[in-house]
């Protein structure tokens, strides 16, 4: 695939995921590398949508550290039972927060972040290794339509990897 993205200007969220999805697919077929596939990912979606913030969160040692993300500076760590990350790898669903002033034990990484969704990603054993998050400086920014199409694009980053050996896969 070309290092160029196509969306359509203007164009919905829902038909802006439908067109991303055979480009992620076409970004990450045959490349193994977990870390290659989650920074094109991140990138993808921070430039198709202009988010605030894409990031992954990858389980080491009993806590989420930083992987590969596109926006300002982020928490490094992160524990599994805290803020919305924790909350997503606990109940393994993907979490919207329309405002994270009113979600309890928000962790704030940055202050401009106003609405946030989260979205699990499982390893082929079916334990959770790791998450998507996207935050928004727009209050409700994120609806079902965002859940359907983050976790569209998080099935097709499973499906890259599932086989592949990485040290975070196999601890």
């Known amino acids: 695939m070309a290092e160029a ?8 969220r829902k038909l802006i995921y439908g067109e991303i999805k055979p480009q992620i697919e076409a970004l990450v077929e045959g490349e193994t ?10 990138a993808v979606l921070k430039e198709a949508f202009g988010f605030f913030w894409v990031g992954f969160y990858l389980g080491k040692g009993g806590e989420f550290v930083l992987g ?3 926006g300002p500076i982020a928490c490094t760590r992160i524990p ?5 990350c924790g909350h997503a790898y606990t109940t393994r669903e993907t979490v919207i927060v329309p405002d994270v002033d009113k979600f309890p034990g928000h962790i704030a990484c940055a202050s401009a972040s106003r609405s946030e969704i989260v979205v699990p990603i499982f390893a082929s ?15 409700d920014d ?17 499906r890259a990897i599932q086989g ?5 896969l196999d601890e």
């Open 68 to 70: 590969p993300f596109q």
């Open 33 to 42: 590398d977990l870390i290659a596939n989650l920074a094109n990912v991140a």
């Open 125 to 139: 054993n079916g334990q959770v290794f790791g998450v998507l998050d996207v935050d928004s400086d727009q209050v």
């Open 5 to 12: 993205l196509a969306v359509t200007l203007g164009a919905t």
């Open 80 to 84: 599994f039972n805290k803020g919305v």
């Open 164 to 168: 592949h050996t990485h040290p975070v």
């Open 142 to 158: 994120f609806t079902e339509v965002d859940r359907e199409g983050l976790e569209q694009i998080i099935r097709i980053l499973e």
